[in-house]
């Protein structure tokens, strides 16, 4: 079933790309960075297989692929900062996730939120999503943009790179990082399962 729906929506991906070129590629990765997951595993070494032919260019595939996920991390960011504080405010407690937790968190954006940011965007899973955590932080906007495209840059170039590298056979490279989205997950329910003891135990 899940083994379905990743196939129609590799070909949905090859598609749209196909189709649109850099505009395919800047809308795919804002999506994917606007917390619906689309993975960039399939768009980026698609696209830097299409540099081979010279259908693309390496250098603006990279670009466009940054500036994409730039666009929809920005998004997610204004999710967070305008809507997601007050609702967590209110119904936070539901979720053992008080003004505490809150407080800590924009203390964390706010001293190591750069690294933060620039980090979880070379990971799985993890650079799908921080940046509604980040938004709810309030963490400067200005350092967030910086650094989410700079980590953006390195994961398009790598993605695509590996595309360019592997040729016609480049869709072997989701199966692979398909294992690390399996640990990633895995460690974020770990981390949740412990944050729900602990509250509960004191």
Known sequence: MIADILAKVANLVIKIISDSGYFGITSLMAIESACIPVPSEIIMPFAGFLTVSGK????????????GNLIGSIIAYAIGAYGGRPFIEKY???ALIG??????????FTKHGSIGVFF???????RTFISLPAGIARMPFAKFCLY???GSFFWSALLAWIGVFLGENWQSIETY?????????IAIIAFIVLFIYKKIKK
């Open 99 to 108: 003004k505490d937790e809150l407080d800590k968190s924009q203390k964390f």
């Open 177 to 185: 990082f398909r294992k690390f989205d399996w640990l990633i997950l």
């Open 148 to 150: 989410t495209f700079i």
């Open 120 to 126: 979880s965007r070379l990971l799985p899973v993890v």
């Open 56 to 67: 693309l260019s390496l250098l603006l595939v990279i670009v466009w692929g940054a500036v």
């Open 92 to 94: 936070g407690k539901y």
